[in-house]
């Protein structure tokens, strides 16, 4: 018999012929206390602790899946399936947490778990860490994507159950300072890119039925109330898109399971689904201990010379991301105004009486500051707290700078991002009269599934966009596209 139990956010208990699996159970706040499980899953706790189970599966590092509170409480004595991820990040913590039966899984790598029973690892192959599980229950295939991006062109078919995505999980656009309107337009943007992506996979997979899972979460500190905001923010209600789904996906049964609800015989929706502001409300009492956390104690101070250390070994860890680098980063905190000059050009020149033109702002709060600094968190776990606002000019996303951020203190991912921007132009794939670069330069999808029209190329992962004649980056980020036309046979961008 198999059974599929949500367990709210992305965390499933699967049991097959007398296994059981525990993947990704979530339940304490994450991102410097920002983040909680949505709706509220604090009561199966006590059971998925007492549980037993033969296999656990942790999809990658970030605190919503890698709830490390919970995981110290589970019984050792379980077989951990890990993402065999180029750093060594996600291995050690599950070593230091006394989980020592591992099992490490490279991309598409399938481990048997029982007689009728496989997993088989699906990686994001860029720089980004992060990664999904194919479960063949004797003949049943369960996909949880969770928020991983495993290239279009290598999902597998034939799939009974997806669980993936359809909100955001970034900071992009809603911790930006854009005016009204050009914020309502980016989000809108945002959001069609998200559902979009989820048809494309849903159709690739070729799913049978789809559990809307891994996000959104909501925000309970009353400072970051805002982005509980459905309608305005990146973190949309399933019922807000379940309309275009449909449209989009006719034939795929949605099922919308809450938390502890067996996936195939879901409830019916709670006060959660009809009265988010009523039911926030009350679960914020119920967590207020929990997100006042961040706000407890005093903030030892924060000098200029301190943030400079802590960028002056980003830095050294990552010289050959910044390479001819050369951009200034306006940090600000709480009184405290630090100029930095980064980039291994910035190392070597002299810049002390240059004016500072900074083309990212970050507004860091000194206690989210000193969280980095004393190492408690990256800045990525920083950015996604929503606590940090951002201001960039040009309106351009910088993937060095933000990859120095959030990957800086792992070097085995900028150094891959690195690879991927030598390699990215080196395969090459021919569509629609035009042979262009095969892999993204942003993460590396395979543009071999590149929506082409109107004389543009767009990535069916984060969307960014060329022109086709060019291969300039028309929205997304900067980096250009190789493209070449076959009619003239030669480089035009
Ligand atoms: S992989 Fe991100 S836009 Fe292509």
Known sequence: MTEIRHLGHAGFVVGHAGLR??????????????????????ALLPEVVEDRYDFLYVSHTHEDHFDERLLGRLSRDVTVLVPRFRSHGLRKRLNRLGFGRQVLLGHRETYRLGPDTT??????????????????????RFLDLNDCNTPMSELPDGIDLLAAQYSGAMWYP?????????????????RADLLDTLVRKVKLTGARAYLPSAGPACFLDPELDRFNDRAATIFPHWEDVAGAFADACPDTEVLRAAPGDLVDSPSEPGSWATDPAGYLAAYRERRRDEWEGYHRGQVPAVDAAEVAAHFARLQRLNRSLLADYRRDLRLETDGTVCALPLGELALRVELEDEPVDPAYTIKVPARALRAVLDGRAGWEEALLSMRLTLHRD?????????????????????????????????????????????????????????????????????????????????SGGSLPLLVEHLSLEGPVG
Not at 119 to 140: I, N, P, Q, R, V
Not at 174 to 188: I, Q, R
Not at 410 to 431: D, H, K, M, N, S
């Open 119 to 140: 997993a088989t690892m699906l990686l994001d192959t860029s720089h980004k860490e992060d990664s999904g599980l194919l479960l063949d229950l004797g003949g049943y």
């Open 21 to 42: 699996i525990l993947i990704d159970p979530w339940f304490h706040p994450a991102f410097l206390d920002a983040w909680f499980p949505y709706p509220d899953n604090r």
């Open 174 to 190: 809603n911790a930006y300072d854009y005016p009204p309107e050009a914020m309502a337009a980016k989000t809108a943007a945002v």
């Open 394 to 474: 040009p309106d351009v996303f910088d993937l060095t700078l933000l990859s120095l951020l959030r990957y800086g203190h792992q070097p085995a991912q900028t150094r891959q991002l690195v690879r991927e921007r030598t390699a990215a132009a080196g395969q090459l794939v021919e569509r629609d009269g035009l042979r262009f670069q095969r892999y993204c330069p942003h993460a590396g999808e395979d543009l071999g599934h590149a929506a082409i029209a109107d004389g543009v190329i767009e990535c069916p992962r984060h969307h960014w966009k060329w022109d086709a004649r060019t291969g300039r980056c028309l």
